[in-house]
């Protein structure tokens, strides 16, 4: 019958660490490194080769021996995710392995890129090192790269008073008497709410006003989700309203039922709030409710 091969372990160690000589051309790259700057070197044909080799990888022949200091900025162009880094990564949080071209160099550098999130990162991303804090002479001297500032965050307000126009004004003073003003066009003798002193449609002159009631019919609505501080309750309805005798719908709350009884047809009124609270505002109206009349078939 045939054995167990003989099998042995065997453990190949260097306690103290096992040194090399780097040669003249990387030697360079990782002083360089130290001062916290990165260099290539150039080839008889005129690119730059970063990390720099001693030949030419296209024509296998020497470089030239003249160093270009380069970057420290590039491009990303193309890269793989690690969610999970290992004890040996250079990084201790989700990164990518990427290909970076340097400013000035004709190839890519492989090093770590940590991003804001991992779906900032893309080809085509501008990236700067982040050095160590004490340099040795080591490729980890660049702990990372991180992306350019291309955006910042800025507290923004703006305090304006608005005044109303004419037409707009003199809307807004019947709002604050509880009534709602349209006005009738000379040419078309289309009606609108709110009043305006120009048909939309036509271009033709509205000379006086019309008031009209506070009563119409939804012509169509919306069910909202997201909280609003003019509602009474999430969720609400916002319809668009043509008041009785208009011909353009204006958009008011809807409330006083539940959200998805709120149907095309509905006849409603608005509900104003007292008449001691009110002022020059739409806020008179806190909402359209319905009025139990039968609804009405829109054509």
Same mark, same amino acid.
């Given at each position: 019958?045939?054995? $167990? ?12 660490? @096992? /040194? ?10 990782l ?7 990165i260099?290539?070197?150039? /080839? ?7 990390? !720099?080799?001693? @030949?030419?990888?296209? =024509? ?6 003249? @160093? ?16 999970e880094?290992? $004890?040996? &990564?250079?990084?201790? #949080?989700p ?7 340097? $400013? ?6 492989? &090093?770590?890129?940590?991003?804001? &999130? ?11 090192? #982040?050095?160590?804090?004490? +340099?040795? *002479?080591?490729? =980890? ?7 350019e #500032?291309?955006?910042?965050?800025? !507290?923004?307000r703006?305090?304006y ?16 008497? *509880? ?7 000379e040419?078309?003798?289309?009606? @609108? ?21 506070d /009563?119409?019919?939804?012509? =169509? ?7 609003d ?17 208009? $011909? ?13 009884? #709120?149907r ?14 009110? /002022? ?9 409710? +319905?009025?139990?009349? +039968?609804?009405?078939?829109?054509s």
């Amino acid at each position: 019958m045939p054995s $167990d091969p003989l099998v042995a372990q065997h453990v190949l160690e260097f306690p103290g660490g @096992y /040194t090399r000589s780097t040669g003249p051309v990387v030697g360079r790259f990782l002083t360089e490194l130290r001062e916290r700057r990165i260099v290539g070197v150039r /080839t008889s044909e005129g690119g730059v080769l970063v990390p !720099p080799l001693e @030949y030419d990888p296209a =024509t296998g022949e020497p470089v030239t021996g003249e @160093y270009v200091e380069v970057g420290p900025a590039g491009t990303v162009t193309t890269w793989t995710w690690v969610q999970e880094p290992l $004890d040996s &990564h250079p990084v201790d #949080v989700p990164f990518a392995w990427a290909l970076i071209a340097l $400013d000035g160099a004709d190839t890519a550098l492989v &090093h770590a890129v940590v991003p804001e &999130h991992p779906k900032a990162m893309r080809a085509g991303m501008r990236v700067r090192p #982040v050095w160590r804090e004490q +340099p040795t *002479g080591h490729i =980890t001297d660049i702990r990372h790269f991180a992306p350019e #500032v291309t955006k910042i965050v800025s !507290p923004v307000r703006a305090e304006y008073r608005l005044r109303a126009g004419g037409s707009l004004g003199v809307f807004l003073a019947g709002v604050e008497r *509880g009534v709602l003003l349209g006005g009738r066009c000379e040419r078309c003798a289309k009606v @609108y709410v709110p009043y305006r002193t120009f048909c939309p449609e036509c271009g033709g002159p509205i000379p006086d006003t019309l008031e009209l009631p506070d /009563t119409g019919t939804i012509t =169509t609505f919306a069910i909202n989700n997201l909280p609003d501080p003019r509602a009474p309750e999430v969720p609400f309805v916002s319809a668009y309203i043509l008041l009785d005798g208009a $011909d353009l719908p204006m958009i008011a709350l809807v409330a006083g039922v539940p959200a998805h009884e #709120v149907r095309q047809g509905m006849r409603v009124r608005a509900v104003w709030v007292p008449e001691s609270e009110r /002022t020059a505002s739409m806020a008179n109206i806190r909402w359209f409710a +319905p009025t139990g009349e +039968p609804d009405v078939e829109l054509s």
